[in-house]
């Protein structure tokens, strides 16, 4: 598993962005497959998850994860359960994300003792996700001036290439976003850096901070799933990462 430094300094939070090693999956979703929504054996994958959960000292019924849709909505969380973004002032609760290229991003503000968890695709993040996380960790006693927020591994700017019809929304919202965009090798194609689209989002809302781990999910396959190299594999299906945050219990 990943940590970021910043992070990892907080009293009372515990954080991880999980590869996809140390589990007990095989084939497309070897090994630490923690997706409910692949095609895995359901108990594998369920001892994924508690595998990460062991490597974080929690149960792993106190794991609570969504089914992502790519939006910018937010839910709050007070027990666990069986919207893209997860909220909680509730110790020993482990608010997870399921990604697979996608910008995984765990937030804390430590001293409000409030956690939160948002699933950053590009639609979730053009259409607000990370500005609607830190809207309702705010809602929990949460000062965005004391939140600390990590990116995970996910695709790289190198790997992303999108389509001559792409960047327009982006440019749209702020002509700035072009920033973001680099020629691809393919005519009239871009290649679309993610990450620094994200960092830039949340940097504005006036954080404590925000760091990145230097990981590219697409290229680094001994690490990490990812769906775009499916695609481009024609493969059936893919594993996904776990990325998770919680307040010491």
Not at 53 to 81: C, G, K, N
Not at 100 to 126: F, I, M, Q, S, T
Not at 190 to 205: E, V
Not at 217 to 225: H, I
Request: charged share 25%.
């Amino acid at each position: 598993m990943l940590t970021l430094g910043p992070l990892n300094d907080l009293d009372g939070v515990r954080h991880a962005f999980f590869g996809r090693e140390g589990g007990v999956s095989s084939g497309l979703y070897a090994s630490l497959n923690c997706g409910q929504g692949s095609k895995d054996d359901k108990a594998k994958v369920d001892r994924n998850r508690a595998r990460a959960m062991e490597m974080l000292d929690l149960p792993a019924e106190r794991l609570v994860t969504l089914y992502q849709i790519h939006s910018p909505e937010v839910v709050e969380v007070e027990t666990p359960w069986a919207d893209d973004a997860l909220v909680t002032a509730k110790p020993g609760l482990a608010l997870g994300v399921i990604t697979a290229d996608c910008a995984p991003v765990l937030l804390a503000d430590a001293e409000a003792r409030v956690v939160g968890a948002a699933h950053a695709g590009w639609r979730g993040a053009l259409g607000g996700v990370l500005e609607a996380v830190v809207a309702a960790m705010e809602g929990l006693g949460a000062r965005r001036e004391a939140i600390l927020a990590g990116i995970g591994p996910c695709i790289g700017k190198p790997s992303y290439e999108v389509g001559p019809e792409f960047p327009e929304p982006f440019l749209d919202q702020d002509p700035k976003n072009g920033d973001f965009f680099l020629p691809a090798p393919r005519a009239g194609h871009f290649l679309f850096d993610l990450k620094g689209y994200a960092s830039r989002r949340l940097a504005r809302l006036g954080l404590k901070g925000v760091q990145a781990l230097p990981c590219d999910t697409l290229v680094e396959e001994d690490r990490f799933f990812s769906y775009r190299r499916a695609c481009l594999r024609g493969e059936p299906d893919y594993g996904r990462e776990l990325s998770a945050i919680a307040l010491e219990p």
